[in-house]
């Protein structure tokens, strides 16, 4: 039987603010707690004064705990005291000192960049999106970045910075020329000491996946932890930085789970917030301990406050979502229209599975199909096993010579859709992410080193994933560093493993530059091309068309556009394929006398071939032509 608690309804409760809401005049503090019978606010100036006051709070029909001070009480430390026994921070924590030891009262005005709340955010097209991976400590570590602040915020933020000529950091993400950022956690976890002398301690690394203050940014980040303020400026500058540079900012969320369970903020304020066997141990679907019950009124207001918080006061772009499977879809199909509000061009995507078996009902789960016309996305991993084997093993995929599984590339070429065809899973491309890999499990680079017999050849087979992702119908996604054959060493978990595993090593530019440039040439190309911004069914359907071929190894496509067709071919086999010019002609229904070749093995184009017999194409590569127009 549902408790009175369990049967408020979100509509009912969606504008209600929690947190300390600042005014100069005053603060208003409010928690949600219906179980305990007794909470105070603790406040100072100083949190190690043992006299610091501790303040009263009433508790209202909603299970939320409230009391008001009058005066200005911007960069107060403050937590709450439950029933006398747990002292905890505010699960709605805007600023907090270093470590997540407690929550500070914030102006959050006073941390703005110069003209940084009115500055514009990019505003690029769903459909247009290429989205590329990293990890802000990951990125500009390594010595090798010559970044100054290296692996914070504002290491991010440094343009110029080169390795013996060849361009790091942000320079190397607008060279490249992506569209979105994904950022791996961003948020506060608890998972590594946020001291600055202990930042670059090889026991001292974690990717993030420990969320502790939804709200806050990490500190471990900032140039100077122990100041509350400073992390935050330096989050909104590093943003800043991407944004005058057209590259929208994607966050990656975990509100799965949290790092703690029975001595966490939330539980500590009510069991409510997580989902709970028969016998009240936790639900373990996220295979590290427990589950946001985000079904549930105040915990899907808790994600959806939190999603628009980032978006309004941050200008976040869009959110990558950790293990989504354990999202309610209710959940997620709220926060798509909400945050569209915000900002049309949000982009939401995620994760559509879960570790382990959970409580949440089988029809509420956001798994593969869910997504279907609901305005997000969902990693397609059917794909990207296709491509290149499973992420742990050394099972091979369709570029290392499976060929049976041609029909699976040819289905995620055409965007995964469901329809008379091809069955999918999607109902317009832009719901498919298109990805080799991301930061779990082996890197592109180090799943081919184990699964090839031959590696003379490995760049060729690197440039072949690339050509087959960039040139598919769906959202591309790059994992950092993937553009120049970057290594994490084999290891198949690095989630805290030391920099030497995890960082880029910018020498891997200089020696691997071909397959950079390579990457860029495809990503110009696809955008130049056009005709896969237009993720519909009905487009797709209309313009898309495989060629039947003799060879499995061999699979050839056209997009016909108004004035001209584009033809693409991917030969995945290690041996020249000679196309006859006859079989051609049928398929496209004109005549290829004159042919424009404008991408090959060695990147982009622009000579006409003269075709006599057949097309030849190169072994283990990717080609594009034009015709006509």
């Not at 880029?504 to 005709?531: C, H, P």
Request: aromatic share 12%.
């Amino acid at each position: 039987m549902l408790t009175k608690i369990e049967k408020i309804k979100y509509e009912d409760i969606k504008d209600i603010d929690l947190g300390a809401i600042y005014e100069k005049s005053k603060t208003v503090f409010r928690v949600f707690a219906p179980d305990p019978k007794k909470i105070e606010l603790k406040i100072g100036k100083n949190f190690n004064n043992p006299r610091n006051k501790k303040i009263s709070m009433k508790k209202n029909n909603l299970g939320i705990f409230e009391v008001t001070l009058k005066g200005d009480f911007h960069g107060y430390f403050y937590s709450y005291i439950i029933d006398d026994v747990y002292e905890i921070t505010d699960p709605y924590s805007y600023a907090s000192s270093i470590n997540s030891m407690y929550s500070i009262v914030c102006d959050l005005r006073k941390t703005d960049p110069v003209g940084f709340r009115n500055s514009e955010v990019p505003k690029i097209k769903i459909d247009d999106a290429i989205i590329y991976e990293l990890n802000v400590k990951n990125y500009t570590a390594d010595k090798s970045s010559n970044v100054k602040n290296a692996g914070k915020y504002l290491g991010l933020c440094e343009k110029n910075r080169k390795y013996h000529g060849f361009s790091t950091g942000i320079d190397n993400i607008i060279d490249l020329g992506i569209t979105h950022v994904q950022l791996l956690p961003i948020f506060d976890f608890f998972s590594v000491d946020e001291a600055s002398d202990k930042f670059f301690d090889d026991n001292n690394y974690n990717w993030g996946y420990d969320p502790e203050l939804y709200f806050v940014p990490e500190g471990s980040y900032s140039t100077n932890p122990k100041d509350p303020l400073n992390r935050i400026y330096e989050l909104k500058k590093m943003i800043e930085s991407f944004h005058q540079n057209n590259i929208a900012v994607v966050m990656d969320v975990v509100f799965n789970h949290t790092f703690k369970s029975y001595d966490s903020n939330l539980y500590s304020l009510c069991k409510y917030y997580y989902r709970l066997n028969e016998d009240e141990t936790f639900s373990n679907g996220s295979g590290v301990g427990n589950e946001l019950a985000s079904e549930r009124s105040f915990v899907r207001k808790l994600i959806i406050d939190c999603l628009k918080f980032w978006v309004s006061e941050y200008k976040i772009d869009g959110f990558r979502f950790d293990l989504m499977g354990l999202i309610d879809i209710d959940t997620m199909k709220i926060a798509v229209k909400e945050l569209r509000k915000i900002n049309p061009n949000i982009i939401i995507y995620g994760e559509p599975w879960f570790a382990l078996s959970t409580t949440l009902a089988y029809e509420k789960q956001s798994l593969k199909g869910s997504q279907k016309s609901q305005g997000f996305g969902v990693f397609n991993d059917i794909f990207r096993d296709a491509i290149k084997g499973d992420t742990e093993s050394f099972a091979i995929g369709y570029i290392q010579g499976d060929f049976k599984l041609k029909g699976l590339l040819q289905e995620g070429i055409a965007g995964s859709l469901s329809n008379d065809s091809l069955v999918g899973f999607t109902d317009q491309a832009n719901e498919s992410i298109n990805y080799l890999n991301c930061h779990d499990n082996l890197i592109l680079y180090d799943k081919l080193q184990i699964s090839l017999s031959n590696l003379d050849k490995i760049d060729d087979y690197v440039k072949l994933s690339m050509g087959i992702i960039l040139l598919s119908y769906g959202i591309p996604f790059l994992y950092e560093g993937n553009e120049f054959n970057h290594s994490k060493k084999n290891d198949r978990n690095s989630y805290n493993s030391p920099l030497f595993v995890n960082a880029i090593n910018w020498a891997d530019k200089e020696i691997n530059y071909g397959i950079f440039t390579y990457t860029k040439d495809l990503i110009a190309l696809r955008k130049s091309l056009g005709v896969f911004s237009n993720t519909s069914r009905e487009n797709i359907k209309k313009n898309l068309e495989f060629m039947q071929t003799e060879s499995d190894s061999t699979i050839i496509y056209k997009i016909t556009e108004q004035k001209s067709t584009i033809l693409i071919i991917i030969n995945s086999k290690d041996q020249i394929e000679n196309i006859k010019k006859v079989d051609l002609e049928k398929f496209l229904g004109k005549n290829i006398d004159n042919i424009e070749n404008i991408f090959s093995k060695e990147g982009k184009n622009t000579y006409k071939i003269e075709i006599k017999d057949a097309l030849t194409i190169d072994e283990l590569s990717v080609n594009v032509y034009k015709i006509g127009g």
